[in-house]
Nanobody
């Protein structure tokens, strides 16, 4: 029903910036609560940021002031702007969408590597 495809990951030096994009298929994107999760090897997946259909946002304490989640419903795309990156931000970043309480959609993930 909904497919999510992340892009924009890569290798960046500490202090640098990246912008991740999540392109969604289908016609219900505007109804989804969107989120970005990340998972480092051997570690638990964690929620980084979320944004509701009304553009209310929440952030993990570790990224507050550095990351910004946004969405463009006309383009069926969610974004994660990441600034002041540190090696601790290195992980696979996953786009997530939730339709009400019934459906969850996941992207395939994109690698972000921050070098020191």
């Amino acid at each position: 029903q909904v497919r999510l495809v992340e892009s924009g990951g890569g290798l960046v030096q500490a202090g640098g910036s990246l912008r991740l994009s999540c392109a969604a298929s289908g016609s219900i994107f505007g109804m989804l609560v969107m989120g970005w999760y990340r998972q480092a090897p051997g570690k638990q997946r964690e929620l980084v940021a979320s944004i509701t259909s009304g553009s209310s946002t929440n952030y993990a304490d570790s990224v507050k002031g550095r990351f910004t989640i946004s969405r463009d419903n006309a383009k069926n795309t969610a974004y994660l702007q990441m600034n002041s990156l540190t090696p601790e931000d290195t992980a696979v970043y996953y786009c997530h969408g939730k339709l009400g309480r019934a459906y969850d959609y996941w992207g395939q993930g994109t690698q972000v590597t921050v070098s020191s």
